[in-house]
């Protein structure tokens, strides 16, 4: 006889039975496998679901994310079934006994620029003598670069201050030297679990059955790299050297209630960029520096949807496959305690802002950010997404 228990789910738990999302645990150094969370604690889904051990009992949840749209809704049935009922004991950790990891192999990286308050923010700080903010793409197309898929770490991880080369509008020459202007940004990323062919693209209409799941996304900056390299090609070394996730995916399944009308489209997309089902997403982000939370920025903002930003990737015949993440870009809201980056909030460093007592504008070394996000769930839970914690350790260079 297996021992078993039956679980708990606290009052106010964003885990409860309407979230069921997926992340990788490990005791200690044990093995890693696959988890989900319901209230606080883990529960291992080979255990629960011996007959799903083959893409279960894995360090990643590439296997499970690759086989497709119908097996994600038939087996996150069958965990709701399952976890509702006697659980077997061994199965069960309380999360602050385990430790999580990356919880799949990121494939491509593409961040977007979706956030129409953003990008003008942006656009009035980095070419302040340009009568319109926007660039004359900007409401036609998702813009996006790619970045780099390697260097994506999960919640937990310290990153090291990035060293680079930045020239002020200014100075003579460039200088080498450890990124004074070290930003955050807030967002959303986007996971695909199946991909399409080279050759073929996705609708808008078809993203339900490619996206598996979301998770917290903060896109790491440097704002003195990128403001010297960026032109004409985009970012790179200003971005690449880190982004930090949250470590359970919550699978798009369980955020059909938040689905909610992007802003309106003005003017109209091209017919490829059309939606006929709201693609919009009702997440409310918080941004905490230091233990204090300085933002709280709205996804339900966005301009572009992700269905678009999916849809945009592949019209021109593109491949996506399992792995990818695509990124939402910074959030940021009309106001200013909804902005997503600290550039924003602090107007290029002009206008600092108050953090434990002391005026701040970008991020120092030892410093702590911690990104949460929940949204609505069926029947009137709250989904969490959990958070991404990530501490800046001293330039190396
Ligand atoms: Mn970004």
């Known amino acids: 006889m297996t021992d078993t228990i039956r679980l708990h789910v606290p009052e ?56 497709g749209y119908q097996r994600w809704v038939q ?12 659980v077997p004991a061994a199965a069960v950790h309380p999360v602050s006994q385990v430790k999580m990891h990356l919880p799949f192999v990121v494939a491509d990286y593409v961040d977007f620029y979706a956030s129409e308050n953003h990008a003008s923010n942006l656009g009035r700080l980095f070419r302040p ?17 790619h970045g780099r898929s390697s260097t994506i770490v999960v919640s937990g991880v310290d990153v090291v201050r990035p060293c680079g080369q930045r020239k002020g ?28 062919e080279m050759g073929t693209c996705i609708g808008t209409d078809e993203a339900e059955q490619h996206l598996f799941g979301a998770v917290i996304f903060n896109d790491w900056s440097a704002r003195d790299i990128q403001a010297w390299e960026y032109v004409p090609l985009g970012p790179n070394l200003g971005k690449s050297f880190a982004s930090s996730i949250s470590p359970w995916v919550v699978p798009m399944l369980a955020l059909k209630q938040a689905h909610c009308a992007t802003p309106v489209q003005d003017p109209e997309p091209l017919p490829y960029l059309h939606m006929e089902e709201p693609w919009g997403l009702d997440i409310a982000l918080e941004v905490e520096w230091n233990g204090e939370v300085v933002s709280r ?33 910074t959030i940021s809201g009309p106001d200013k305690n909804e902005r997503g980056a600290f550039i924003e909030l602090t107007w290029g460093g002009k206008e600092p802002i108050t953090v434990g007592g002391q005026e701040r504008t970008f991020v120092l070394d030892g410093d702590t950010i911690t990104l949460r996000a929940s949204a609505p769930g069926e029947g009137g839970e709250r989904i969490d997404f959990g958070e991404v914690t990530t501490t800046i350790r001293p330039a190396t260079c």
């Open 129 to 145: 003598d340009n009568p319109d903010p926007l660039m004359p793409n900007w409401k036609h197309l998702p813009v996006g670069y």
């Open 297 to 329: 920025p709205p996804y339900s903002t966005m301009y572009w949807s992700p269905a678009q930003m999916l849809a945009h990737t592949t019209v021109n015949g593109a491949a996506t496959r399992t792995g990818d993440v695509f990124a939402s870009g």
């Open 12 to 67: 106010n738990s964003g885990f409860g039975m309407s979230n069921l999302p997926y992340g990788v645990y490990s005791v200690g150094d044990g093995v890693k496998r696959v988890a989900t969370r319901v209230g606080d604690n883990v529960v291992d889904l080979a255990m629960l679901l011996p007959q799903e051990e083959e893409v279960f009992a894995c360090e990643h949840l590439n296997a499970f994310m690759a086989q």
């Open 169 to 196: 509008p200014n100075d003579p020459a460039p200088v080498f030297g450890p990124s004074t202007r070290l930003d955050i940004e807030a967002e959303m990323g986007f996971v695909v679990g199946a991909g399409n």
């Open 75 to 86: 087996v996150r049935e069958a965990i709701r079934s399952a976890v509702g009922g006697e």
